[in-house]
């Protein structure tokens, strides 16, 4: 950031843009969903964080597990979801 501020960009108006942008794109990418659900998954990751620190797993196989986790939760519920709308 420091060579960004040297060469004269405006870095907290960009930033400021960015997250803007990325805010209003995962908005609209999200379509249906429930409160309580994102709130259930939050923890889980949460406490699934904390436990693979207490045992002791790598970071970077931290990260692979969660990304894993919620790949598969997303096709669970794209496969819930087009069965409901088959019915």
């Known amino acids: 950031m420091q060579a960004?501020?040297?060469?004269?960009?405006?870095?907290?108006r960009h930033l400021i843009?960015?997250?803007?942008?990325a805010g209003l794109l995962a908005g609209l990418a999200s379509g249906v969903g429930r409160i309580t659900r994102t709130v259930i998954g939050a923890l889980l990751l949460g406490v699934m964080a904390s436990?693979?620190?207490?045992?002791?797993?790598?970071?970077?196989?931290?990260?692979i597990i969660k990304v894993l986790i919620i790949v598969?939760?997303?096709?669970?519920?794209q496969y819930r979801n087009k069965r409901k709308l088959k019915r």
Do not use: P
Not at 4 to 12: D, P, Q
Not at 17 to 21: C, E, F, L, R, T
Not at 58 to 63: E, I
Not at 72 to 77: E, G, K, T, Y
């Open 4 to 12: 960004a501020r040297t060469s004269g960009i405006n870095v907290k």
């Open 17 to 21: 843009i960015v997250y803007s942008i």
């Open 51 to 63: 436990g693979f620190t207490f045992v002791g797993v790598d970071a970077y196989l931290q990260d």
């Open 72 to 77: 598969v939760a997303v096709v669970i519920d």
